[in-house]
């Protein structure tokens, strides 16, 4: 954990100094705030998730999530804010799973936006975690500093929290599974723009650019394109029945479909 400390928070004093983390993580616009006081206050006195990770005394990392359907197995995890690279999120999503599996849970969801890359290693490599459902324009546009006015297309991943490769992911095996050589890239990367290719054969490459959130600020109209190819790539798999079922290290999806 190097030197974290977790607890569950409940004081209107605790969750007022997570609302200043998130609000300096995101910057949101006005009224735009992933969550307020006031709602983090109530989840947390009706028993469900809200968390902080703190490093010197100092509030690094929080979670707040919220028990979901189907009742008795869900938690969904609605937002997760941690300084980068510190091993806080990690931390946090150990600390989640050990929450929800005391109570009985076997699933832990959120989403996360698929053309952030980091993100999806984090949450595929890293956690174990798979990509279940593509959910277009989740929150509809989003003014904040990460998502600067673009469209929140969303991926739920589902944490199957005593899946073998879940187990072997938070002892510290990263789950890396292996491209067959046939293998087709139905979405490259070409001078830095998206390129479709096929889309008939069994295993499937969708890339993802390397930094979506440098782009949004640098060449939002780059940014948009990749937006709908992504969406009209690897959305279009996931609806008729194409399985995600890992992360390269190159930065692609790996999608599995039945031709």
């Not at 007022?16 to 006005?30: K, Q, S, Y």
């Not at 053309?115 to 595929?124: E, Q």
């Not at 640098?218 to 969406?231: L, Y």
């Amino acid at each position: 954990m190097n030197g974290l400390v977790l607890r569950e928070l409940r004081s209107i004093e605790e969750l007022e100094e997570v609302f200043r983390l998130f609000d300096g993580i995101w910057h949101p616009d006005p009224g735009g705030e992933p969550i307020t006081v006031e709602l983090m206050r109530a989840l947390a006195h009706t028993g469900n998730y809200v968390t902080g990770a703190y490093r010197g005394g100092r509030l690094v990392g929080a979670s707040v999530g919220f028990l979901a359907t189907p009742a008795g197995q869900v938690l969904h995890s609605h937002v997760t804010g941690a300084a980068i690279g510190h091993g806080i999120g990690f931390a946090l999503k150990l600390h989640q799973r050990g929450w929800a599996l005391d109570r009985g849970l076997d699933r832990i969801t959120w989403t996360y936006d698929p053309l952030v890359r980091r993100n999806s290693h984090f949450n595929l490599v890293k956690l174990g975690a798979r990509p279940e459902e593509y959910l277009r324009s989740f929150y509809g546009v989003m003014g904040d500093a990460i998502n600067t006015g673009d469209e929140s297309d969303r991926m739920l991943a589902v944490w199957r929290l005593t899946e073998s490769r879940v187990i072997a992911a938070v002892r510290g095996e990263p789950c890396r599974p292996e491209i067959p050589p046939d293998a087709v890239t139905a979405l490259a990367e070409r001078d830095g723009r998206p390129v479709a290719g096929r889309t008939d054969a069994r295993t499937l490459l969708v890339a993802v650019p390397p930094d979506i959130e440098a782009l949004r600020r640098t060449d939002p109209g780059t940014a948009r394109t990749w937006r709908h190819a992504v969406r009209d790539v690897l959305g279009a798999l996931m609806g008729e029945g194409a399985r995600v079922t890992g992360f390269s290290g190159e930065g692609h999806y790996i999608v599995e479909r039945t031709v």
